[in-house]
């Protein structure tokens, strides 16, 4: 079984059903979908950051119910010092809630789904983009 990690904008297109998406991951029945806690905080403000925070937090909470949550724990700190170090040695940082969802994934060896670039240059984290049909990368 596969084991894939949502980042944020995943997680916001499944939440809010976008189709393609939505279909991919009801059609991955030889895998499993994740969430972890940074992209749930990512999650939570947006809705507080809408015209319609009632409206939508009633939808999340039904969203993160049916999702198997990740935690940052003890490996993903270890693998957060291992990704952010190098990055900035090179000049190509990442954002603080990426890096977390980076390290989570490379810690329990699980597959980003996301459209952001700058996952693909984390040494050792494989990426895929279910929004658009056929890309994939393993760095």
């Known amino acids: 079984m596969t084991n894939y990690l949502l980042d944020t904008q995943h997680a916001t297109a499944l939440w809010r059903g976008h189709p393609a998406l939505v279909a991919r991951v009801a059609a991955a029945t030889d ?7 940074p992209s749930v905080g990512e999650l939570w403000y947006r809705v507080y950051d809408s015209a319609r925070p009632s409206e939508n937090e009633v939808t999340l909470r039904a969203f993160l119910e049916r999702m198997p949550l990740l935690d940052f724990d003890a490996a ?6 291992q990704i952010k170090v190098p990055l900035q040695k090179i000049g190509r940082p990442i954002s603080e809630v990426d890096a977390q969802i980076a390290a ?6 699980m597959t980003v789904l996301t459209a952001e670039q700058h996952f693909s240059v984390v040494t050792g984290l494989r990426v895929e983009n279910w929004l658009t049909v056929g890309t994939s990368r393993a760095t």
């Open 31 to 37: 895998a499993r979908v994740h969430i972890c806690m």
């Open 76 to 81: 993903a700190a270890i693998a957060f010092g």
């Open 104 to 109: 989570i994934a490379r810690a329990r060896d």
